[in-house]
């Protein structure tokens, strides 16, 4: 069993594993633009046995932006084994391929967005970003809009030049501006949208023609289905609304593919409810991180420093050598040392929701998932939450989490 990294004559192959794991078809424009962009063959490995492919994993880096901190990361993708070669330990080897690669590039975490979380978390993986889907039946949106003198423009993205160029130039100012979990992948990610032919782009433009929003969606079978919403101001977002409402009469439902938790929901619905008609909001998270250096992230992500030291025991059972206990002193600064006594107890896969803002340490130890050594009991009181944990919530306030990059 031998990792081998593919070229672009494997495509056809890349394309029948993907069909036989995954439930696509595999046959779009923007799977034939990725597949055949030579860039994409920088990343792609597999492995080949009885003179053919039977896994495969695609493996590149990409700058996340984590509590307005840009960090470079190690992104894994396309991982598929046929089921007649699996349970051999493909995805380890995988795995432990990348882990090493990362060390020696001083690299601090690896994502991914699997279709199956629990298999992932054996290896340190835990979901740490959100994202949510918003669908409506037509009749229960807002018909309120306030006075704006934005213009919208728009058109089929595949075909229009200009408004490739002003949505490309927006998503760089979101990256730079956004207070979310901004993500840039690599080219024939980021492009593989422009070769979609039914994604319709609508770009809102101010007094000065600056573009300050954009919607991209497509309209089938009577529904609008929405897969990016931004906007810089909230003139934008009147003036997107505008325009989705401008589709009245011709879909009878919308559907917001991936929306960030404060999106204002409650500007675009009337009502959530009304004479059979339903609205419903749903989690749509697939963002997981894999810790590789505990040290660095936690120095680096804290946004306060602690009235008084804290020693944080990290537990780590896939990488052990990760294991251990974590001094933050009071100005910031952490460091190894595994002779001290530890305040708290946390593993590493409930760590990477405390430093991304996905879970608070309040949540995390109501839940059991941040300890406190000699403790027996959690009471279930505001009032009690310990002082440890309190100083911790301060180094690591929660925050708004959304994996807002659109491929």
């Given amino acids: 069993m031998q990792i081998v990294k593919l070229d672009k004559s494997y ?24 597949v055949n962009h030579d860039q994409t063959w920088e990343y792609v490995y597999g492995i080949i046995e009885d003179d053919k492919l039977v896994a495969t994993y695609i493996s590149f880096d990409v700058e996340v932006k984590i509590r307005d901190e840009v960090f470079k990361a190690h992104y894994l993708d396309g991982l598929a084994t046929l089921p007649p070669y699996r349970n051999q330990g493909f995805m380890r080897k995988f795995f432990t391929q990348d882990v090493q690669r990362c060390k020696v590039e001083q690299i601090p975490m690896i994502l991914l967005d699997p279709f199956k979380h629990s298999y992932y978390r054996k290896f340190g993986f835990e979901m740490v970003m959100d994202s949510t889907k918003l669908s409506a039946d037509w009749n229960l949106l807002s018909l309120d809009l306030k006075p704006t003198d934005y213009t ?15 949505y490309h130039n927006l998503r760089c100012w979101f990256r730079d501006n956004s207070h979310y979990n901004e993500m840039k992948m690599p080219e024939p990610y980021e492009d593989s949208k422009f070769h979609d032919g ?24 009577r529904t609008l289905k929405v897969s990016a919403f931004r906007y810089a101001d909230l003139s934008a977002f009147y003036a997107l609304k505008k325009h989705i409402l401008a589709y009245t009469d011709q879909v009878n439902k919308v559907i917001f593919t991936r929306i960030p938790p404060d999106f204002p929901v409650s500007l675009i619905l009337d009502t959530h409810w009304r004479a059979g008609n339903y609205a419903e909001l749903k989690s749509s998270s697939s963002r997981m991180m ?5 040290q660095r992230l936690v120095e680096e992500l804290m946004v306060a420093y602690p009235l008084r030291p804290l020693i944080l025991y990290i537990k780590d059972e896939s990488l052990p050598e990760l294991e251990g206990k974590y001094f933050i002193s009071t100005i910031g600064e952490v460091s190894r040392d595994d002779s001290l006594k530890e305040d708290l107890i946390i593993r590493s896969t409930d760590l990477g929701q405390l430093l991304t803002g996905f879970k608070s340490a309040i949540e995390l130890y109501l839940a059991g998932k941040l300890e406190i050594p000699g403790q ?6 505001i009032k ?13 306030p929660k925050i708004v989490t959304f994996m807002a990059e659109e491929w």
């Fill in 290 to 294: 894999r810790i590789l250096n505990p």
């Fill in 198 to 221: 039914q994604n319709i782009i609508a770009i809102t433009y101010d007094q000065t023609k600056e573009a300050r929003g954009y919607l991209l969606y497509q309209e089938k079978n």
């Fill in 152 to 166: 919208v423009s728009m058109d089929f993205l595949k075909d229009n030049q200009q408004l490739q160029v002003d």
């Fill in 384 to 396: 009690k939450i310990p002082e440890t944990i309190q100083i911790l919530d301060q180094l690591f």
């Fill in 376 to 381: 027996a009991e959690i009471v279930f009181s």
């Fill in 11 to 34: 495509k056809d192959d890349l394309r029948k594993i993907f069909r036989l794991v995954f439930e696509d078809s595999f046959d779009d424009d923007p799977f034939k633009f990725f």
